[in-house]
């Protein structure tokens, strides 16, 4: 598995390494953070990419008006 060109045996180290340094309850407060970090890039994302696509279908639409446009001159 290749996550940002990191192996799972670099994965598994940092994990490691994670638990010895902020133990074991803290890693998982840390986790739910991280976790909630993600979900709210991928939700701000993915809003972010629909309001693209209507703003470029309305840019497609209004060259096919202008085209229409040109055509009629």
Not at 36 to 61: G, N, Q
Request: charged letters at 35%.
């Amino acid at each position: 598995m290749e996550l940002f060109d990191i192996g799972g045996t670099e994965l598994l180290l940092v994990a490691l390494l994670a638990v010895f340094v902020l133990g074991p309850e803290r890693l998982a407060v840390t986790a739910r953070k991280a976790g909630k970090i993600v979900r709210e890039a991928k939700a701000y994302f993915s809003t972010l990419t629909d309001e693209l696509k209507v703003e470029l279908d309305m840019l497609d639409d209004i060259k096919d008006v202008k085209n229409d446009l040109d055509d009629m001159k």
